[in-house]
């Protein structure tokens, strides 16, 4: 996983911009000690800036890139798997990553998600319906959170799949609780 953020800033820091530019020599200490992949958890903001360095890390050290998207998970307020708006935006988000940087030979997987099982099988970032809410026990509440999360995942790996064919999907979990649910509602997720 590679997200260098320097001493005093937070996850929120822009380090594709940074004009220090730690990829170099980040890359050049990941080459010697073997790596060939690292994992993005979200691309930045410029496009530009991305490409510069997705193209440092595959051209000087020949390594390669899984982009993802956290798909909301750890925003505030908490995401809701069942508003059809929030749901949309995240999808928009995801198409456009895949189509911004589906063409650089860098990018070898799209990880969808983040421990984002972790709203139905931690009770972190919780979220719910009124639906979901009159189900008589908090284990078919839980199952159901689940079955609509991994199908809305799979519904965007299909999308994926119908403008980026080349690259494999990933759906990104934390721990193993509700793979069963994952099994039978992502047919279209290539790697766990």
Known sequence: CYNPIPVGKDYEYNFWGDTNKPWLIDGELMKKAGVNTVRIYRPGKNPEEVKKVL???YSRFG???????YL????????NYTDENFKEKMRAEVLEMVRLYKDSPAVLMW???NENN???DRNVQHWSSDAIDSLPTKEEQRKE???IYYSYVNSIAKDIKKIDSNHPVVLGVGETASLDI?????PDIDVI
Not at 72 to 79: D, K, L, Q, R, V
Not at 182 to 186: G, L, P, V
């Open 55 to 57: 193209n440092d890390l």
């Open 63 to 69: 390594i390669r890139a899984l982009m993802g998207h």
């Open 72 to 79: 909301g998970f750890w925003s505030w307020p908490a995401p």
């Open 111 to 113: 990880i969808l998600g």
């Open 118 to 120: 972790y709203s139905f």
């Open 145 to 147: 959170r689940a079955r």
């Open 182 to 186: 994952a099994k039978t509602q992502c």
